[in-house]
């Protein structure tokens, strides 16, 4: 079955750094695009980058633009975000998030379980 399982989270102070991993395993993680999702409490989940199959193209929320890397090593089917520069406002829980799509109308959606960043000093 599709598992995501995501680490790196912690308590960091303003301006530091943490890279996130989500390690995917239960389909082609070759073939699909792959995306990091937050939310903090109280707020709706929203995007936070996406990177395509090859990972030849990236999109970012503008919240983090310029602060945050989305990488992926299809040899190890792990996705990363690099955040750097993070700021009290980052903090929330990331989720790992894949769509898989068997045809043009069926698809599904899997989440991981999401690990917890808090920006804090």
């Known amino acids: 079955q599709v598992q995501l399982v995501e680490s790196g989270g912690g308590l960091v102070q303003p301006g530091g750094s943490l890279r996130l991993s989500c390690a995917a395993s239960?389909?082609?993680?070759?073939?699909?695009?792959m995306s990091w999702y937050r939310q903090a409490p109280g707020k709706e989940r929203e995007l936070v980058a996406a990177?395509?199959?090859?990972?030849?193209?990236?999109n970012y929320a503008d919240s983090v633009k310029g602060r945050f890397t989305i990488s992926r090593d299809n040899a190890k089917n792990t996705v990363y975000l690099q955040m750097n520069s993070l700021k009290p406002e980052d903090t929330a829980r990331y989720y790992c998030?894949?769509?898989?799509?068997?045809?043009?109308?069926?698809?599904?959606?899997?989440w991981g379980q999401g690990t917890q960043v808090t920006v804090s000093s």
């Open positions: 239960g389909f082609t993680f070759s073939t699909y695009t």
């Open positions: 998030y894949v769509k898989l799509i068997a045809a043009p109308s069926a698809y599904s959606t899997y």
């Open positions: 990177i395509s199959s090859v990972g030849g193209s990236t």
